[in-house]
């Protein structure tokens, strides 16, 4: 049984993503596979991708790995990466495209004209390093799907859930790596494990039950992105 299957649909560098695994876990078969039997059998799954929405559905499709991504998603530890988590979701606004579903909710894409704290124009695509900031204790979503400030400064969150694991000897506000112009609005808040601000808050990583998944590319955040890898493929959900 392979222990960790990297799903390749055409879409992004793989290679990039496998050697960072390689890095971290050494001693663990890892695999870049179109196989959906490999997808089915492989302990842990890593989902990642590039590129346009419909490009990437379709070329999931075109492979045949909807099933075969679809059930690890609900039954194993699932990693998705950048349109990895996008494709989790219901809807994109990219091309008015339905995604697989697993998650409730769409992806939206930034909007025009954003300016920073000084007045100046920020680009789309969102591209470079960006503090990720985990859900703390002390703050509450609001109804409308956004997040609500915490009143003590300390963060973004609610209820007195433990971190996740996957965060474990990452500092919070630790930066990652972006490269992307759309983000997932979850219909339940409750799936919210971190923010980024762009220049307003957007969610930037999700998890449920065995689900992990990130808009950031782990693989090119140097210490902090392989140190959520190594969590990952010791993660026992």
């Not at 609610?158 to 983000?183: C, K, M, Q, T």
Request: charged content about 20%; hydrophobic content about 45%; glycine content about 10%.
């Amino acid at each position: 049984m392979t222990d960790v299957a990297i799903v390749d649909y055409g879409m992004g560098n793989l290679r990039s993503v496998e050697q960072a695994l390689r890095h971290v876990a050494p001693d663990l078969e890892i695999v870049v596979t179109d196989n959906a039997r490999v997808i089915e059998h492989a302990s842990r799954v890593v989902f990642p991708g590039q590129g346009a929405m419909p490009d990437c559905m379709r070329e999931l499709d075109a492979r045949g790995l909807r099933g075969a991504v679809m059930q690890a998603a609900k039954a194993k530890p699932f990693l998705g990466i950048c349109i990895g988590l996008q494709m989790l979701f219901e809807h994109s606004a990219e091309g008015d495209v339905a995604g697989l579903g697993v998650l409730k909710g769409e992806v939206v894409r930034f909007a025009p004209n954003m300016l920073d704290a000084r007045g100046g124009k920020l680009k789309v695509p969102h591209m470079g390093w960006n503090q990720v900031r985990r859900v703390s204790r002390f703050a509450s979503p609001r109804g409308d799907g956004a997040i609500a400030p915490s009143p003590s400064g300390g963060g973004l969150g609610w209820g007195n859930a433990p971190e996740h694991p996957l965060w474990a000897g990452i500092e919070d506000n630790a930066r990652f790596y972006y490269v992307h112009s759309y983000y997932v609005k979850p219909q339940d808040a409750a799936l919210i494990q971190a923010t980024s601000d762009y220049p307003d808050p957007f969610v930037c990583a999700v998890a449920q039950e065995n689900l992990f998944a990130v808009q950031f590319h782990p693989e090119k955040s140097q210490a902090a992105g392989l140190k959520l890898l190594q969590n990952f493929v010791h993660w026992n959900p």
